[in-house]
């Protein structure tokens, strides 16, 4: 399998996403097309791994605050080179941390849509108390769908949450203020007829505190709700763990013996809830495996979003896509 | 002060709602007016506060799984009753921890909306890392909204964070996918505009992480979606405390000794993410006074809910909304 993986669009610059390459090669086979300034990455690279790699010379990126049409101009830009090389069947995946919205405008202008697939949607892992993923989608691709958009984020999402969860029987939920079948706005209760037409597996709306629960798989709704979701979520978890650490800070020496003995805990925790144990989010709708990675990647998220590129096209992910539009 | 209270609606029957006026009753000064089955309620009021109590002998409630419909024609209701109370001026204000539905649609239709008010919605309070609230409306009254409705839902939740958080500085923040004012969907882009032109105080667009940082005192978003975000951070939160749980029963020995010292301090964080705290959230927009409690309640919340209606009464929240919607 041949990897593309944009070097150089990372908020940290080469170094974390060639770290994480470097562990994905030592753990998996796979040739890695490094697209990036080579004077820069070819000296991270141990020797003995270098026939494993292809280096595509490229010294020019989109900056994280440049405009995303940028991308669709400055064909010698890394994340361009990528998508290029996914087109061209070059490569079968591209890994990208830099800028989201480039990467994902250039694989739908460049690769191209699956027939069918009006938008394409971004897929997100999240965390859930039985420690099983859950998928949401869409997690920020299309600020306004409607109600045949979030249908088919539901078909999207059951065929890659079979994937990654390895199983047959997949739950679908679709993201409401309320359980009830009359809850939810005019777009939500549109899809909700379609969707509970079409799939035996549909269980109605579920609620925002569903999401955590593990007892759906699929979490639907737009690319707008879908990252104001992540990010709250997100935020969440974070102003808890600040919580903690201020009333640790500010309590008696017993509390912070406590606070010692408990580490492990907190690290476990830590595991339970960090995006870098999954790595990154496939655009899926699209003609061939593109998985965008945090900004923030360290290198074991981008080992891990390689990972999914590789289970994605093992399990050939487009082309079950294709198969179950023909059926919904 | 006279604040009529339902006492039959809540999840848990009458107790914690009466335990909760009888807290009330022993801080503040003002007279309530207890809505419910006498027999009952009566018992549960130490003879020392009786002088401060009315009864409104009822012994009808809208179920939690009662259409609201039900409400508009069941006269002889708790909620019914308590909301005539104050249409006919014979108390100040309401407070609910029954069918939340059931009360927005009495409020709106028997009280009826601030003139100029398209909209009431719920204003909720939000915990910050700064341990100052922040406030989030619409938190469920309205699914669907045009830019409008935003915009005089941060009118509405200006007027109110002045009043809470006693300062005239209130900054307010529209929810979005980005910071950046293009970021957005079609409806918040146009409430973007009408914001940035009638608010100074207005910073932009905030992502969901925002809500938690302190920095913005209003987070504006439709009912829907604040819904969605409400019940995902305390999915969150929940989630967060069941890894931390399991962790520790999963533990060695050490972890659950140092679990028992840290006993205090995730007391203090339990406390800082409770939303008994303060208690209920406010109709806006309606001409009077109505507190909407969690179904769920206990005895503090609906303590802290009735000081919540102490504060709008006392502080004219109604007028001020209509002196605002005179200047914006």
């Not at 009333?247 to 830590?270: R, T």
């Not at 990647?297 to 198969?323: G, H, L, M, P, W």
């Amino acid at each position: 399998m041949r990897i593309a993986i944009d070097a150089m669009g990372g908020d940290f610059g080469p170094q974390p996403i060639v770290e994480g390459v470097v562990k994905a090669l030592e753990e998996k086979d796979f040739t890695a097309y490094l697209v990036g300034d080579e004077k820069q990455i070819k000296p991270l690279i141990p020797n003995k791994l270098l026939d494993k790699v292809r280096f595509i010379n490229s010294e020019d990126f989109i900056r994280m605050d440049e405009s995303a049409t940028e991308a669709l101009k400055r064909k010698e830009s890394t994340i361009y080179k990528s998508i290029e090389l996914l087109r061209n069947k070059e490569v079968d995946a591209v890994v990208s941390a830099g800028h989201s919205g480039a990467t994902m405008s250039l694989a739908t202008l460049r690769i191209g849509r699956i027939k069918g697939i009006r938008r394409p949607a971004i897929i997100t892992f999240m965390p859930t108390i039985k420690k099983q993923y859950a998928f949401l989608l869409d997690a920020g691709a299309n600020v306004d769908c409607d109600a045949h958009n979030l249908y088919q984020f539901g078909l999207m999402g059951e065929v890659y949450a079979k994937v990654v969860l390895n199983k047959d029987d997949v739950k679908l939920g679709l993201l409401s203020n309320g359980e009830e079948e009359s809850k939810g706005n005019t777009v939500t209760k549109e899809a909700f007829g379609m969707l509970k037409e079409s799939f035996p597996n549909f269980v109605g709306n579920v609620e925002g505190g569903d999401i955590f629960k593990g007892e759906v798989d699929v979490i639907i709704t737009d690319g707008f709700i879908g990252n104001i979701v992540l990010k709250t979520s997100e935020g969440a978890a974070d102003v808890i763990s600040k919580l903690i650490k201020e009333e640790i800070k500010n309590s008696g020496l017993l509390q912070k013996i406590g606070a010692l003995l408990l580490k492990p805990v907190f690290k476990g925790l830590k595991k339970a809830i960090d995006y870098a144990e999954y790595g990154g989010a496939p655009l899926l709708g699209i003609n061939g495996c593109v998985i965008i990675a945090h900004g923030k990647s360290n290198s074991k998220a981008i080992k891990n979003a390689i990972f999914q590129a590789i289970r994605y096209v093992e399990n050939d992910v487009t082309n079950r896509i294709k198969e179950s539009l023909k059926v919904h």
